[in-house]
């Protein structure tokens, strides 16, 4: 059985392509990416409108 793959796109560019549990195991790295990006848009605009795709 092939596992499946989604690709992970960061910051407009394609990162790389996970499986589910690889995604799962990135998400601690992937969170400081977030915040610290969400900082930086902060400093520079007043409203930031944040699109995700899948469950909450």
Excluded: C, W
């Excluded at 796109?9 to 799962?24: F, P």
């Excluded at 848009?41 to 409108?49: D, G, K």
Aim: hydrophobic share 40%; no cysteine.
């Amino acid at each position: 059985m092939e596992i499946k793959k989604a690709q992970v796109i960061l910051k407009g560019r394609v990162h790389d392509n996970m499986s589910a549990v690889e995604y799962h195991n990135f998400k601690p790295e992937l969170k400081e990416l977030v915040l610290n990006t969400y900082r930086q848009l902060a400093e520079s605009y007043e409203l930031i409108v944040i699109e995700g795709a899948g469950a909450p």
